[in-house]
């Protein structure tokens, strides 16, 4: 492991990350050595202190809530510029409650050396029912990253003391996840951002199904040798929720003023980008068997929901499939956010590719990916350059519904837009097949290479190291100041002599998760790289002739005007 | 062709082959009566079996008419000259050959198995199904016989579900005949009937269903509800009179509950019969006296759990019309009729009605196919010949298999339950295997094979089996549908076009393949033939529960410059959708709403 091999301290590192615009240089030593080669993984969980096991308590009756469960998130939490790791359970069915220890969500503080500590306890973050996802971002500006939990009849908001523990602030902030009319809500994913780009951060969150265990259907047959999980379309959908964060701790359900109205959806993934490039944040939901939605900010805090004239709201062949997990980024280096995502076995994953005229069209079958995903049971995912060639590369946590039914992870290959499997190559123990659910993203050992955490129904967590021939690359923590501290929303363009990427701050990746909130690029064999970033608050900032190989901390400027700075 | 059977009576395998030419040896030796004849007639059927064999049906034919002049009563030429003209696009031809060779051997099952192919291709289903089921009953150990009456109701059950399918009402039978197919009384089935009341909330019987779906699962407020509703939408509801008189039972009110299951029993004994096993056993009067007549034998049966259940002597025929007995629900008296004429389809509907009602699905089915009309067939007949296809076929096969052979069309039909009834793909390939290793050219298994390949995801080479077929035989319309469903899959809609413009011209009435026409067209640019094909099916009622077809066809309109109406599409595909995400089990569960 190459944090291993090259070591930086932690007061080493915080030396250096005390300014904006301040570089961690690794060793570029490393960089240079780079051979093409295959994507490649290690399973480092094992001896890792990550110990975490995804529980569903299935015991044959089949609830709904058993199969969808599973999304993690990176955190910050910390502060130490290493990417620390949450992970959602389950509970005791049909209680919903974490009637065990074993059902506790976990906290684990990464050590910098390839290990993790379990701080759940210390942290105060078990958890409190039969939990799905998460979101990950700082609401109240204080530099420190927050945790928003959603479950099944109850989300909970932890806000980081910034002193290892977090306080439960749910009841207070408003953020409870129940109805306008009081009803608790099964909700699956959350998403934060600033939908008004008043500097605060907003919560959107996807609820599934009107569902509660006392009469949940029996599906299949009476006897539990015949059980199977009924399908989605028998359960009615359940409302779109947004917050607004009103600056002073507390919330606002603001569905019915922005336009949003009481928009159904069995909502899974949740994938936030400006699609559009009016500067103001975009959504897009995943939906379950029920068309998708494109949530279009108008700005002046109002959106209108434009599934169908975008041409999202069914796949590419005009059905509606079970959509799973999404991520929304420019795969083709167009310089346009494109939305790719999962669906279960035979139904195909979908790559909506954005036209730049407000709409998208299939790019499933010219990328490759309809035919290489057609045996997929598709859940978390994620666009990530995987071998820092400058391409986005799609990581998909793969398993079926029930136990019989598991599989491994795909990796799939971006070359210039079309996509290649690759995850034969991708080493020995990457074949694994399981019921995985969730995945992350994040550079968990800071080598310039990304990695990927996958949650697994009853078993066992998996800590992908990316073990690929190195590339050069470049990875930016943006911090804002006049706008949400997190910089969620914010673009960056990328470029280099051979290549130019465009990304945003998004964290919200895939299915219930949040990755890393750093923005990375693969610079392929490029040392140099000019930046600009267009912070949510309409400021621009370039950063000229940035050298490869280093993370980069970068603070908003504080004045109006559009900065120009330099890395130093 | 319409049933897809072609494989062993087009290309006889070896199986068939054996099997003729001993009976044209038996024929040659035996059926001739004077030397000169005998030299003559021999030579000529000789010759023509020559070429029949060869697959020379056209060369076959003048032999066999000069045979036939010889000796019209001879049992194997009327059966060689019903084959051939069959084989040469002549079916009516072959039917008058056909129907002779059945009355000179009423016992042998051949010809009419040919018989129900010759009327099956002429779209006479009513003949067709009565030929095949007599065949099946005159050869009951025939395997052959079995696997033709199979292959038949298989196609037609087939046949029949795109045409539900094309409709808000078809859409509901579908959804009814899923909640029959499924064992138990478990939620889906009752959500499945609630959804096909919901879209069809005039079908006959759906209230008694719910009822007793409702009954099964405890729900006694629930069930009396529904038990009311098939009352008022028709007071002589049998099945509900026999629902009220259990929920009177639950109430005790055996005086009510008796008065029920004496009139059902005198409408129909046998209704009354088939009820026992679903009344609760233990749900019997206080004191055997509380009961008296029909009512307290129907209940001695219940607590003997005996069946079937002698309810008395049956009803004796009525001087009342087939309208009077069939509206009254008298469905014994009703079967006790004359035939009707040919002609009178809604006779025969009603006798169909009648026989399916009293489980006697082989007399049923060829009555409801002659009351069913081609030009706007009734969905009612069609939901009840669907269930009877489908159980008659599942019968049929479970006889054949208990008999251990392991003949190719064994394989054939134990792949086409599978496939086509229980949707098992993966172990239709397996029985298709085992078939074609007998004939690895039969391009009928071929077909089967690539349509089983593409249900269980193995679409290469399924791809090429469905080639390989039509390099055989060009003119297979179902090794064409997998591949247009495969380009479909693939979204590669230019290959896809041309099979699906032939396949909808071929059947004009498929209006599931006019739907995926629409597609494919919209993909490659054709608007104007993409709002041909969806417009009117959509107008028509065809069902977009989730809006994805107004979608479409609000896409369409936009590229066709259309913008108004395009909006008002896509506006009712949002508000489809919206519809249907509020559907819930629970809809009819008060306390459960949000």
């Given at each position: 492991?190459?944090?291993?091999?090259?070591?930086?301290?932690?007061?080493?590192?915080?030396?250096?990350?005390?300014?904006?615009?301040?570089?961690?240089?690794?060793?570029?030593?490393?960089?240079?050595?780079?051979?093409?080669?295959?994507?490649?993984?290690?399973?480092?969980?094992?001896?890792?202190?990550?110990?975490?096991?995804?529980?569903?308590?299935?015991?044959?009756?089949?609830?709904?809530?058993?199969?969808?469960?599973?999304?993690?998130?990176?955190?910050?939490?910390?502060?130490?510029?290493?990417?620390?790791?949450?992970?959602?359970?389950?509970?005791?069915?049909?209680?919903?409650?974490?009637?065990?220890?074993?059902?506790?969500?976990?906290?684990?503080?990464?050590?910098?050396?390839?290990?993790?500590?379990?701080?759940?306890?210390?942290?105060?973050?078990?958890?409190?029912?039969?939990?799905?996802?998460?979101?990950?971002?700082?609401?109240?500006?204080?530099?420190?990253?927050?945790?928003?939990?959603?479950?099944?009849?109850?989300?909970?908001?932890?806000?980081?003391?910034?002193?290892?523990?977090?306080?439960?602030?749910?009841?207070?902030?408003?953020?409870?996840?129940?109805?306008?009319?009081?009803?608790?809500?099964?909700?699956?994913?959350?998403?934060?951002?600033?939908?008004?780009?008043?500097?605060?951060?907003?919560?959107?969150?996807?609820?599934?199904?009107?569902?509660?265990?006392?009469?949940?259907?029996?599906?299949?047959?009476?006897?539990?040798?015949?059980?199977?999980?009924?399908?989605?379309?028998?359960?009615?959908?359940?409302?779109?929720?947004?917050?607004?964060?009103?600056?002073?701790?507390?919330?606002?359900?603001?569905?019915?003023?922005?336009?949003?109205?009481?928009?159904?959806?069995?909502?899974?993934?949740?994938?936030?980008?400006?699609?559009?490039?009016?500067?103001?944040?975009?959504?897009?939901?995943?939906?379950?068997?029920?068309?998708?939605?494109?949530?279009?900010?108008?700005?002046?805090?109002?959106?209108?929901?434009?599934?169908?004239?975008?041409?999202?709201?069914?796949?590419?062949d005009?059905r509606?499939?079970?959509?799973?997990?999404?991520?929304?980024?420019?795969?083709?280096?167009?310089?346009?956010?494109?939305?790719?995502?999962?669906?279960?076995?035979r139904?195909?994953?979908?790559?909506?590719?954005?036209?730049?005229?407000?709409?998208?069209?299939?790019?499933?079958?010219?990328?490759?990916?309809?035919?290489?995903?057609r045996?997929?049971?598709?859940?978390?995912?994620?666009?990530?350059?995987?071998?820092?060639?400058?391409?986005?590369?799609?990581?998909?946590?793969?398993?079926?519904?029930?136990?019989?039914?598991?599989?491994?992870?795909?990796?799939?290959?971006?070359?210039?837009?079309?996509?290649?499997?690759?995850?034969?190559?991708?080493?020995?123990?990457?074949?694994?097949?399981?019921?995985?659910?969730?995945?992350?993203?994040?550079?968990?050992?800071?080598?310039?290479?990304?990695?990927?955490?996958?949650?697994?129904?009853?078993?066992?967590?998996?800590?992908?190291?990316?073990?690929?021939?190195?590339?050069?690359?470049?990875?930016?923590?943006?911090?804002?100041?006049?706008?949400?501290?997190?910089?969620?929303?914010?673009?960056?363009?990328?470029?280099?002599?051979?290549?130019?990427?465009?990304?945003?701050?998004?964290?919200?990746?895939?299915?219930?998760?949040?990755?890393?909130?750093?923005?990375?690029?693969?610079?392929?064999?490029?040392?140099?790289?000019?930046?600009?970033?267009?912070?949510?608050?309409?400021?621009?900032?370039?950063?000229?002739?940035?050298?490869?190989?280093?993370?980069?901390?970068?603070?908003?400027?504080?004045?109006?005007?559009?900065?120009?700075?330099?890395?130093? | 062709m319409l049933t897809a059977r072609g494989g062993f009576m087009q290309f006889f395998g070896p199986e068939m082959g054996r099997w003729l030419r001993m009976l044209a040896?038996?024929?040659?030796?035996?059926?001739?009566?004077?030397?000169?004849?005998?030299?003559?007639?021999?030579?000529?059927?000789?010759?023509a079996f020559d070429f029949h064999q060869k697959g020379q049906f056209s060369q076959a034919l003048?032999?066999l008419?000069?045979?036939?002049?010889?000796?019209?009563?001879?049992?194997f030429?009327n059966l060689l000259l019903g084959i051939d003209s069959l084989r040469t696009g002549q079916p009516k031809a072959a039917v008058l050959f056909l129907k002779r060779a059945s009355?000179?051997r009423p016992q042998e099952e051949y010809p009419l198995d040919y018989l129900g192919e010759a009327y099956a291709r002429q779209d006479i289903y009513g003949e067709a199904a009565e030929a095949y089921i007599k065949a099946v009953r005159v050869a009951p150990g025939s395997a052959e016989s079995s696997v033709a009456f199979v292959d038949f109701a298989l196609t037609r059950f087939a046949g029949l579900s795109e045409l539900l399918r094309s409709s808000?009402?078809g859409l509901?039978a579908e959804y009814r005949l899923h909640?029959l197919a499924l064992?138990?009384?478990?939620?889906?089935?009752?959500?499945?009937?609630?959804?096909?009341?919901?879209?069809?909330?005039?079908?006959?019987?759906?209230?008694?269903?719910?009822?007793?779906?409702?009954?099964?699962?405890?729900?006694?407020?629930?069930?009396?509800?529904?038990?009311?509703?098939?009352?008022?939408?028709?007071?002589?509801?049998?099945?509900?009179?026999?629902?009220?008189?259990?929920?009177?039972?639950?109430?005790?009110?055996?005086?009510?509950?008796?008065?029920?299951?004496?009139?059902?029993?005198?409408?129909?004994?046998?209704?009354?019969?088939?009820?026992?096993?679903?009344?609760?056993?233990?749900?019997?009067?206080?004191?055997?006296?509380?009961?008296?007549?029909?009512?307290?034998?129907?209940?001695?049966?219940?607590?003997?759990?005996?069946?079937?259940?002698?309810?008395?002597?049956?009803?004796?025929?009525?001087?009342?019309?087939?309208?009077?007995?069939?509206?009254?629900?008298?469905?014994?008296?009703?079967?006790?009729?004359?035939?009707?004429?040919p002609?009178?389809s809604?006779?025969w509907f009603?006798?169909g009605?009648?026989f399916v009602?009293?489980?006697d699905c082989p007399r049923a089915i060829p009555s409801l196919e002659r009351g069913l009309s081609k030009a706007a067939p009734e969905v009612y007949g069609m939901f009840l010949l669907s269930w009877c296809y489908s159980r008659e076929a599942g019968r049929t096969a479970g006889k054949v298999q208990q008999s251990g052979s392991e003949e190719a069309s064994l394989h054939i039909m134990r792949g086409d339950i599978l496939l086509r009834l229980q949707a098992k793909a993966d172990l239709a390939v397996a029985e298709y295997q085992l078939a074609l290793a007998k004939d690895p050219n039969d391009p009928a298994v071929l077909e089967r094979l690539a349509d089983a390949q593409f249900g269980a995801g193995k679409i290469e080479i399924s791809r090429q089996n469905a080639q390989a077929v039509l390099k055989i035989d060009p003119q297979r319309l179902a090794a064409k549908r997998t591949i247009a469903k495969i380009a479909m899959q693939e979204?590669d809609y230019?290959t896809a076009l041309p099979y699906l413009q032939e396949l909808a011209a071929r059947n004009p009435q498929d209006v599931t393949m006019r739907i995926e026409l629409a597609k494919a067209?919209?993909?490659?640019?054709?608007?104007?033939?993409?709002?041909?094909n969806?417009?009117?099916a959509?107008?028509?009622?065809y069902p977009?529960?989730?809006?994805?077809?107004?979608?479409?066809?609000?896409?369409?309109?936009?590229?066709?410059?259309?913008?108004?109406?395009?909006?008002?599409?896509?506006?009712?595909?949002?508000?489809?959708?919206?519809?249907?995400?509020?559907?819930?089990?629970?809809?009819?569960?008060?306390?459960?709403?949000?």
């Amino acid at each position: 492991m190459r944090s291993r091999s090259h070591p930086v301290t932690r007061r080493e590192f915080a030396k250096l990350l005390g300014g904006a615009g301040l570089a961690l240089s690794v060793s570029g030593a490393l960089a240079a050595t780079n051979a093409l080669g295959p994507i490649q993984f290690q399973n480092a969980a094992p001896g890792s202190g990550l110990d975490f096991v995804l529980r569903n308590d299935a015991s044959g009756r089949k609830y709904q809530v058993e199969t969808v469960l599973g999304g993690l998130g990176v955190i910050d939490f910390d502060q130490d510029g290493w990417s620390d790791l949450y992970c959602v359970n389950g509970a005791s069915l049909p209680s919903l409650q974490k009637t065990d220890p074993r059902f506790s969500n976990r906290l684990y503080r990464n050590n910098r050396d390839g290990t993790f500590t379990d701080v759940t306890q210390k942290a105060g973050v078990q958890g409190h029912g039969y939990e799905m996802g998460v979101a990950v971002g700082d609401y109240n500006n204080d530099g420190l990253e927050d945790l928003y939990v959603v479950g099944v009849h109850g989300n909970t908001l932890y806000r980081n003391n910034g002193d290892g523990t977090f306080t439960d602030v749910t009841q207070a902030a408003g953020v409870s996840g129940a109805s306008a009319q009081g009803r608790k809500l099964w909700s699956v994913a959350a998403a934060w951002l600033d939908y008004d780009n008043d500097g605060h951060l907003d919560l959107i969150v996807s609820n599934y199904c009107d569902w509660t265990p006392g009469d949940d259907p029996i599906c299949g047959g009476l006897n539990y040798a015949d059980r199977a999980y009924c399908h989605p379309d028998m359960y009615r959908a359940e409302p779109i929720l947004l917050y607004h964060n009103n600056g002073d701790g507390t919330f606002t359900e603001v569905s019915a003023q922005t336009g949003l109205g009481k928009l159904l959806g069995k909502g899974m993934g949740i994938a936030v980008t400006d699609y559009d490039g009016d500067g103001f944040p975009d959504i897009f939901i995943a939906n379950d068997n029920d068309r998708n939605l494109l949530i279009h900010n108008l700005g002046g805090g109002k959106v209108k929901e434009v599934g169908m004239e975008a041409a999202i709201a069914y796949n590419g062949d005009g059905r509606q499939i079970s959509g799973m997990g999404a991520d929304f980024r420019d795969f083709d280096g167009d310089g346009l956010p494109d939305i790719l995502m999962t669906g279960l076995r035979r139904e195909t994953f979908e790559l909506f590719r954005n036209n730049g005229k407000g709409a998208f069209e299939d790019a499933s079958v010219g990328s490759g990916l309809l035919n290489l995903s057609r045996p997929w049971n598709g859940w978390g995912c994620g666009f990530v350059d995987l071998d820092n060639d400058g391409w986005l590369d799609v990581f998909v946590a793969c398993g079926g519904l029930d136990a019989n039914e598991p599989q491994p992870n795909r990796v799939l290959h971006n070359q210039g837009g079309r996509f290649t499997d690759v995850s034969a190559d991708a080493g020995p123990d990457f074949a694994a097949s399981r019921l995985h659910r969730g995945v992350v993203f994040a550079d968990f050992d800071n080598d310039g290479r990304i990695d990927a955490a996958v949650t697994s129904v009853n078993q066992p967590i998996e800590l992908w190291m990316n073990r690929s021939p190195v590339q050069h690359w470049l990875q930016l923590k943006l911090k804002g100041t006049r706008s949400n501290a997190s910089a969620l929303g914010a673009k960056v363009i990328c470029r280099t002599t051979q290549h130019t990427q465009v990304s945003f701050v998004a964290n919200s990746v895939g299915y219930a998760s949040a990755s890393d909130l750093r923005v990375h690029f693969g610079l392929g064999e490029a040392r140099k790289a000019s930046l600009e970033i267009h912070w949510p608050s309409g400021s621009v900032q370039e950063l000229k002739e940035v050298s490869s190989d280093q993370r980069l901390q970068i603070e908003e400027p504080r004045l109006s005007a559009p900065g120009k700075s330099s890395p130093r | 062709m319409l049933t897809a059977r072609g494989g062993f009576m087009q290309f006889f395998g070896p199986e068939m082959g054996r099997w003729l030419r001993m009976l044209a040896f038996i024929a040659v030796l035996g059926s001739c009566s004077s030397v000169a004849m005998e030299e003559d007639l021999k030579s000529l059927v000789q010759r023509a079996f020559d070429f029949h064999q060869k697959g020379q049906f056209s060369q076959a034919l003048p032999l066999l008419h000069r045979a036939y002049a010889l000796e019209p009563g001879d049992y194997f030429v009327n059966l060689l000259l019903g084959i051939d003209s069959l084989r040469t696009g002549q079916p009516k031809a072959a039917v008058l050959f056909l129907k002779r060779a059945s009355r000179l051997r009423p016992q042998e099952e051949y010809p009419l198995d040919y018989l129900g192919e010759a009327y099956a291709r002429q779209d006479i289903y009513g003949e067709a199904a009565e030929a095949y089921i007599k065949a099946v009953r005159v050869a009951p150990g025939s395997a052959e016989s079995s696997v033709a009456f199979v292959d038949f109701a298989l196609t037609r059950f087939a046949g029949l579900s795109e045409l539900l399918r094309s409709s808000r009402k078809g859409l509901a039978a579908e959804y009814r005949l899923h909640a029959l197919a499924l064992q138990g009384n478990d939620a889906p089935r009752f959500a499945l009937l609630q959804r096909a009341a919901d879209l069809d909330p005039a079908a006959p019987g759906i209230w008694s269903d719910l009822a007793f779906a409702t009954l099964a699962s405890g729900d006694f407020s629930g069930a009396e509800g529904y038990s009311r509703q098939a009352l008022e939408a028709d007071p002589n509801d049998q099945a509900a009179w026999i629902a009220d008189a259990q929920l009177a039972a639950q109430k005790s009110d055996w005086q009510r509950a008796g008065a029920r299951l004496d009139s059902v029993a005198q409408h129909s004994p046998t209704l009354l019969s088939q009820a026992v096993g679903q009344w609760p056993p233990k749900l019997q009067p206080p004191t055997p006296s509380a009961v008296a007549g029909p009512a307290a034998k129907f209940l001695s049966c219940v607590r003997d759990a005996r069946k079937p259940c002698d309810l008395g002597p049956g009803s004796k025929p009525s001087p009342n019309s087939s309208t009077v007995l069939y509206r009254e629900q008298r469905w014994e008296q009703m079967t006790k009729l004359p035939a009707p004429q040919p002609v009178r389809s809604e006779a025969w509907f009603q006798r169909g009605v009648a026989f399916v009602k009293l489980d006697d699905c082989p007399r049923a089915i060829p009555s409801l196919e002659r009351g069913l009309s081609k030009a706007a067939p009734e969905v009612y007949g069609m939901f009840l010949l669907s269930w009877c296809y489908s159980r008659e076929a599942g019968r049929t096969a479970g006889k054949v298999q208990q008999s251990g052979s392991e003949e190719a069309s064994l394989h054939i039909m134990r792949g086409d339950i599978l496939l086509r009834l229980q949707a098992k793909a993966d172990l239709a390939v397996a029985e298709y295997q085992l078939a074609l290793a007998k004939d690895p050219n039969d391009p009928a298994v071929l077909e089967r094979l690539a349509d089983a390949q593409f249900g269980a995801g193995k679409i290469e080479i399924s791809r090429q089996n469905a080639q390989a077929v039509l390099k055989i035989d060009p003119q297979r319309l179902a090794a064409k549908r997998t591949i247009a469903k495969i380009a479909m899959q693939e979204r590669d809609y230019a290959t896809a076009l041309p099979y699906l413009q032939e396949l909808a011209a071929r059947n004009p009435q498929d209006v599931t393949m006019r739907i995926e026409l629409a597609k494919a067209c919209a993909q490659t640019g054709a608007s104007d033939e993409a709002w041909r094909n969806l417009a009117p099916a959509l107008a028509q009622g065809y069902p977009d529960e989730k809006g994805s077809l107004h979608y479409l066809l609000g896409t369409i309109l936009k590229k066709m410059g259309r913008t108004a109406e395009a909006d008002q599409a896509l506006a009712t595909a949002t508000q489809l959708s919206e519809a249907f995400q509020q559907k819930s089990y629970r809809d009819q569960d008060p306390d459960a709403q949000p």
